[in-house]
């Protein structure tokens, strides 16, 4: 499998760098060598997460039945931090 990453020189030095395919998958080095070597981990430790998260039954239902209300208008954006906790009381 392949992925398609983005590198670019940091401000403060070293070099940061992003998979395009998997925005989550995020590293940094001091050498554009460092920094792709490191991407391969990130790539590594998302891709293990979003298995896990698939595996899960609870989650996924969950998941599926927040889909479910968005998609019936049973759910609405919130705006602030203090309407979630309203919302969760």
């Given at each position: 499998m392949q992925f398609t990453v983005k590198?670019?020189?940091?401000?403060?030095?070293?070099?940061?760098?992003?998979?395009?395919e998997?925005?989550?998958?995020i590293s940094e080095?001091?050498?554009k060598e460092e920094?792709?070597?490191?991407?391969?981990?990130a790539i590594q430790l998302v891709l293990i997460e979003t298995i896990e998260i698939l595996n899960d039954e609870k989650l996924m239902k969950g998941i599926r039945n927040?889909?479910?209300?968005?998609e019936a208008g049973r759910l609405h954006?919130?705006?602030?931090?203090?309407?979630?906790?309203?919302a969760w009381a």
């Amino acid at each position: 499998m392949q992925f398609t990453v983005k590198l670019e020189e940091a401000d403060e030095g070293g070099y940061t760098v992003q998979c395009l395919e998997l925005p989550a998958a995020i590293s940094e080095g001091d050498t554009k060598e460092e920094a792709l070597e490191n991407i391969k981990e990130a790539i590594q430790l998302v891709l293990i997460e979003t298995i896990e998260i698939l595996n899960d039954e609870k989650l996924m239902k969950g998941i599926r039945n927040s889909r479910n209300d968005l998609e019936a208008g049973r759910l609405h954006e919130l705006k602030n931090i203090d309407e979630l906790d309203e919302a969760w009381a």
